[in-house]
């Protein structure tokens, strides 16, 4: 288990419970040179108790929005690299949108 990457998927921009607690459970298996794991859908759906199509579909959101890398070979399970070594991407950046500074509170 890697703790950036868990500390990471707690915080990555998601739209919805089921990706990040799908995010979290990859962290969990990531390691910690690489953040790259391969667990399988039968092994992410018992740990987050999503069904598998829940599964699938937070996958492909995070491989679209650039919070994961998935690694596809013939015959093998899938290897899945999550991107907090470069952070920053994920969505924002996948959709070209920038980041707001935040505005300090009045001083009363």
């Known amino acids: 288990m890697s703790f950036k990457a868990l500390s990471w998927a707690l915080g990555a921009p998601v739209e919805k419970p089921s990706q990040r607690l799908v995010l979290i ?3 969990n298996f990531a390691d910690e040179a690489n953040h790259e794991c391969f667990p399988s859908v039968s092994k992410l759906s018992e740990m987050t108790l999503l069904d598998r199509k829940a599964i699938y579909r937070a996958l492909a959101y995070l491989d679209e929005v ?8 013939n015959g ?3 290897v899945y690299v999550l991107t ?3 952070m920053g991407t994920g969505k924002a950046r996948a959709r070209g949108d920038t980041q707001k500074e935040p505005v ?5």
Do not use: T
């Not at 919070?67 to 070979?73: N, P, Q, T, Y």
């Not at 300090?104 to 009363?108: D, F, L, T, V």
């Open 66 to 73: 650039g919070l994961i890398k998935v690694k596809k070979s």
């Open 104 to 108: 300090p509170k009045e001083a009363h």
């Open 25 to 27: 459970a990859l962290a």
């Open 84 to 86: 907090c070594a470069q």
């Open 76 to 78: 093998r399970a899938n």
